[in-house]
């Protein structure tokens, strides 16, 4: 009896944890929806206050860009890189830098739940400049001519955006108007990985916890 009430004990606990990693599983495009009470700026538009999604183009493959759309209809296509913010949220959100004479403020990051590492976006330069000299702090930034790429709107078009959008260079607008070049950009790039890093820890402390339940199982079976 002791042994029976042991084992579904150890099943029980064994099936909570991994139903706990089982939670940090993501979409493959990370799709989320936030609503705005209030116009906001993303690099080359500003937003209508509204509900919108926010997803990776080509269904996760392309983690440097990421599409906004209002109902099917997608908005814009954006350069980003990752961005860390040292925490692992429970539901989605974006981080602002505000644009100053009473424009709408920037969205800097969004921030998908269960993962520290966000997608932070990049300007076209002249508004990065603007940006950067508002809020006194760095803005990422990119070439004014990607601007175009960024507002396509036929399917077509934002298809070569995301491919454009790949290979665009990326620098550090700053306050003072100068452009820094992102130190070892390559190396930014290995947070990626980041968000299996949580299930990862999840499902190993599951195959402790199994084990050890296990051994204490087999030793009440010896006992008796």
């Known amino acids: ?7 579904m004990t150890v099943l029980a606990s064994a099936a909570a944890v991994l139903h706990a990693s089982a939670a940090y599983a ?8 936030l609503t705005f009470s209030a116009p906001v700026e993303l690099p080359g538009r500003v937003l209508p206050a509204g509900r919108y999604e926010f997803r990776l183009a080509d269904d996760g493959e392309t983690l440097d860009v990421v599409q906004v759309l209002k109902g099917n209809d997608v908005v814009g296509t954006y350069l980003t890189i ?14 602002f830098e505000q644009s100053g004479n009473g424009a709408a403020p920037a969205i800097r990051a969004w921030f998908y739940p269960g993962d520290s590492v966000g997608r932070e976006f ?15 702090q760095p803005v990422k930034t990119t070439t004014d001519d990607m601007a175009a790429q960024m ?7 934002q298809r070569q955006a995301v491919a454009a959008l790949k290979d665009a260079p990326v620098q550090v607008a700053t306050p003072n108007g100068e452009d820094v070049e992102v130190v070892d950009f390559e190396l930014i790039q290995m947070p990626k990985t980041a ?5 990862a820890l999840v499902s190993g402390l599951a195959l ?10 087999g030793r009440v079976a010896l006992a008796s």
């Open 208 to 217: 402790i916890l199994l084990g050890v339940a296990v051994g204490r199982v």
């Open 26 to 33: 993501q979409p493959a495009d990370q799709r989320t929806f």
């Open 195 to 199: 968000s299996t890093l949580p299930a």
């Open 82 to 95: 990752p961005t860390d913010s040292l925490k692992f949220p429970d539901k989605p959100y974006v981080t």
């Open 1 to 7: 009896m002791k042994r029976t009430l042991l084992m």
């Open 122 to 136: 990049v300007y076209p330069r002249q508004r990065a400049v603007a940006i950067a000299r508002a809020a006194q």
């Open 151 to 157: 507002n396509a709107e036929e399917p077509a078009a």
